[in-house]
């Protein structure tokens, strides 16, 4: 599977470490299920790092910006590092089963979850300078992406939808 810009959440820093996460994952999906334990083991803890590192980065924007699905969202985080966890300790967890789990947990958590956090995030922002979501977006970033104007779009229409 490939990188796209459909997976990005509209928040730079947020986006720039899945890449790294989505990198590892590519690791683990080119690795056989033959190879040693041992380098399994390695990526898998480097992965868990990072894991630890990114939600906690993103579990404090949670509660900084007072977001409301904030138990959800953790509760995939910790899901995550269930099974990280469980592959770092079971010798019949395979690199593949693994590389599997993770593409689709990734994918989906950006996509679902990473994004209503991001339209949080980009209203709040908004709306604590005055302006709509589209122009403030408009205003920080350097580089559009589809996944940027679909963020910007939602929260305007959640907007809109709230001012009623």
């Known amino acids: 599977m490939e990188w796209s810009q459909d997976f990005e959440s509209g928040l730079a820093d947020i986006d720039v470490q899945h ?76 690199a593949h089963n693994l590389a599997l789990f993770l593409c689709n947990w990734l994918v989906s958590h950006t996509m679902l979850e990473d994004r209503q956090l991001a339209i949080h995030i980009l209203n709040v922002r908004a709306r604590a300078i005055g302006m709509s979501v589209t122009d403030f977006v408009e205003g920080v970033t350097l580089h559009r992406t589809s996944a940027t104007y679909a963020v910007a779009g939602a929260v305007d229409r959640k907007a809109i939808g709230n001012s009623r």
């Not at 894991?51 to 906690?56: E, Q, Y």
């Open 19 to 94: 890449r790294y996460i989505f990198a590892l994952i590519q690791r683990v999906s080119q690795l056989d299920d033959k190879v040693e334990r041992s380098e399994l083991r390695k990526v898998a803890e480097e992965l868990g790092r990072l894991a630890l590192c990114h939600f906690g980065c993103e579990e404090l924007l949670m509660e900084t910006y007072d977001y409301p699905e904030w138990t959800r969202h953790v509760a995939e985080h910790r899901k995550l590092e269930t099974v990280v966890n469980t592959f770092k300790q079971d010798d019949n967890y395979h």
